[in-house]
C-alpha cells in the first residue's frame, strides 16, 4: 500500500514570495489533515479535510494561507506572502473514517520550507 | 481546552537503559492516546496507542498504559538500542478526528 506523498521535500524562498505544497493520501483515506511544525515544537493543526469539504481550519492563517482539496483526493496548500515565521516543516496526513477507527494518523515525510 | 504536556529533552541514555518519557494530558471526555516516532529525515509514524482506560500499547518492546485518574500515558522501554534515537511525540484524540501533539521529546542513545 502507498504510503502519504508530498512535494516538494524541501524549499527555499525569499520572503514575500509564494510557495505551493502538494500531498497525496493513502487511498481511499477520506480525511487529510495539514500540520505545521516548527523547529522544537510538535505538530499544530492548520487545516483538516473530510473528502473536499473543511472540517476544521481555525488555525489556519487565512490572510497568507490557503488550501484546497477540490476532488477529496489529493490536497495543496499554498502559502502567499510568504513571512520569516513560516519557516517550519509542513506536514501532510490521512486517516481512514470507519466505525471502530481511533483516528490514527498516517504521514507523509514533509515538506522543508526555508524563507530567507 | 484540550493538550498534551511531555516531558522536555533532550534524554540521554546509553544503551541498554531504561527509559521512560512523561506525557500528561487534558481532555473533556476520554480520549484516545497515541505516541508517534519521528526518526531522523523521515515523517512521524504511529509508534503505539490506547483506546480507553487501563488499556496497554505496546509495539517494539516500548508500552505505554492509560492512566485515567492521574490524567498520563506515560513511554517505558526497559532497554534501548541506539536505533531508538528519534524524537516521540505523545498525542491524543477525543473523536472528531482532531489529533492534538505534545512538544515532542527527542531521546539520544548512546553506544
Known sequence: ?116 | GNSVTQMEGPVTLSEEAFLTINCTYTATGYPSLFWYVQYPGEGLQLLLKATKADDKGSNKGFEATYRKETTSFHLEKGSVQVSDSAVYFCAQNTGGFKTIFGAGTRLFVKA
Do not use: M
Not at chain 1, 525569499?14 to 505545521?36: D, M
Not at chain 1, 469539504?53 to 506572502?81: M, Y
Not at chain 1, 490521512?94 to 498516517?106: D, K, M, R
Open chain 1, 1 to 116: 500500500e502507498a504510503g502519504v506523498a508530498q512535494s516538494p521535500r524541501y524549499k527555499i524562498i525569499e520572503k514575500r514570495q509564494s510557495v505551493a505544497f502538494w500531498c497525496n493520501p493513502i487511498s481511499g483515506h477520506a480525511t487529510l489533515y495539514w500540520y505545521q511544525q516548527i523547529l522544537g515544537q510538535g505538530p499544530k493543526l492548520l487545516i483538516q479535510f473530510q473528502n473536499n469539504g473543511v472540517v476544521d481550519d481555525s488555525q489556519l492563517p487565512k490572510d497568507r494561507f490557503s488550501a484546497e482539496r477540490l476532488k477529496g483526493v489529493d490536497s495543496t496548500l499554498k502559502i502567499q506572502p510568504a513571512k520569516l515565521e513560516d519557516s517550519a516543516v509542513y506536514l501532510c496526513a490521512s486517516s481512514a473514517v470507519q466505525v471502530g477507527n481511533t483516528g490514527e494518523l498516517f504521514f507523509g515525510e514533509g515538506s522543508r520550507l526555508t524563507v530567507l
